[in-house]
Each structure stands twice: as C-alpha cells, then as structure tokens.
T-cell receptor, first 115, second 111 residues
Framework: KAGVTQTPRYLIKTRGQQVTLSCSPI?????VSWYQQTPGQGLQFLFE???????NKGNFPGRFSGRQFSNSRSEMNVSTLELGDSALYLC??????????????FGSGTRLTVV | QKEVEQNSGPLSVPEGAIASLNCTYSDRGSQSFFWYRQYSGKSPELIMSIYSNGDKEDGRFTAQLNKASQYVSLLIRDSQPSDSATYLCAVNDFGNEKLTFGTGTRLTIIP
C-alpha cells in the first residue's frame, strides 16, 4: 500500500515568488493535514481538509492557502514568498477526522528554501 | 504556557537501559495522544497512540497516560542505538481536529 506522497521533494524559490506543493494521501484516506516544520518553531499546523472542505486553519497569514480535490489529493500554495517561509512542509493523512486511534501518517515532506 | 511541553534534551541513555520520555499538555479537553519518532532528515513516524488512562504496551514501547495530571509518557525498554531520534508528543483535541505537537526530545542511545 503506497504511503503519503509529496511532490516535489525539494524546491528553491526566490523571495516574492509563489509555490504550490502537492500531496497524495494513502488510498482510502480522506483527511489531509499540512504542517510546517522549522528548527525554531517545531511542527506548526497549517490546515486540515476533509471532503474538499477546509475544516481547520492554523495561525498563518493569508499567503498560505490550500485546497483538496474530489480524489482527496491536496495542494497548498504560498504566495509572495518570504525568507522565513523556508521550512519542511509535511502533509499527513488519516482515514477521517476524529479517528482517535489512528493518528496521522506523514509524507516525506517538501523542503522549501527561499533565497 | 505552551500547549504541549517536552524536555528538549538531549537525553542520553546506555544501550539496553530504559529510556523515559515525558510530555505535559495544557488542554483538559484533549482526547488522544500520540508519540512520533523522527530521524534526522526524515518525516515523523507514528509509534504509539493512547487515549485511555493507564498503560499501553507495544513491543519494547509503553505509553502511559494520566489525564488528571495532564501527563503522557513513553518508555522504551532495552534501548537500541537505532532508537536514537527525536521523539515528538502530539495531542489531538477533536473539537479543533488537529494535532498539536511538542517541540520534541532528542534521544541518544550510547552503545
């Protein structure tokens, strides 16, 4: 069974540009969450999608957005990139929200570097 | 006060000994608790989940939950060098439908 797939694995972008990251959840998983991981802040929640609806959003500026498609695949977009957006972006999937026994399975992440 | 707190370490434990990792959380509404292991340069990997008070064992790992004290721990018995990693505690409040992570404890097993 394939795991959570994130593309691309690495990205280098220039300040002011925008970027789109992609996530394909485990087959059958309908809930997708996004996290940002940095050495200083650790894992910070960005947003969570289920059935193409954003159900929760973390404390990030509006430059960070996302969406989920009918096949549960998800994308996140960051516009007007800043140096501080350099981080590992992790996607996680679970069968459904409120599955208290399952937790989340993480993808390998996309490492974004903004120069 | 941070929502989920962990001792950042590093925690050094001799091979074969018991490693004890601790986590406290502030939201009494929290319902599920997870331990993730993250090797350097890799993504977090779920190793244990617990949602009832008491102990839950899985192989060399035991998770312990005390909701009254808002405390969750992870014991690793017969520690191996391959257990050297950062261990992340995560808490799920279904009202918010998200995982809140601690900053992690870096564990080093000394051969």
């Amino acid at each position: 069974k394939a795991g959570v797939t994130q593309t691309p694995r690495y990205l280098i972008k220039t300040r002011g540009q925008q970027v789109t990251l992609s996530c394909s959840p485990i087959s059958g998983h309908r809930s997708v969450s996004w996290y940002q991981q940095t050495p200083g802040q650790g894992l910070q929640f960005l947003f969570e999608y289920f059935s193409e609806t954003q159900r929760n959003k973390g404390n990030f500026p509006g430059r960070f957005s996302g969406r989920q498609f009918s096949n549960s695949r998800s994308e996140m977009n960051v516009s007007t990139l800043e140096l501080g957006d350099s981080a590992l972006y992790l996607c996680a999937s679970s069968p459904q929200p409120q599955d208290r026994t399952y937790g989340y399975t993480f993808g390998s992440g996309t490492r974004l570097t903004v120069v | 006060q941070k929502e989920v707190e962990q001792n950042s370490g590093p925690l050094s434990v001799p091979e074969g000994a018991i490693a004890s990792l601790n986590c406290t959380y502030s939201d009494r509404g929290s319902q599920s608790f997870f331990w993730y292991r993250q090797y350097s340069g890799k993504s977090p990997e779920l190793i244990m989940s617990i949602y009832s008070n008491g102990d839950k064992e899985d192989g060399r790992f035991t998770a312990q939950l005390n909701k009254a004290s808002q405390y969750v721990s992870l014991l690793i018995r017969d520690s191996q060098p391959s257990d050297s990693a950062t261990y992340l505690c995560a808490v799920n409040d279904f009202g918010n439908e998200k995982l809140t992570f601690g900053t992690g404890t870096r564990l080093t097993i000394i051969p």
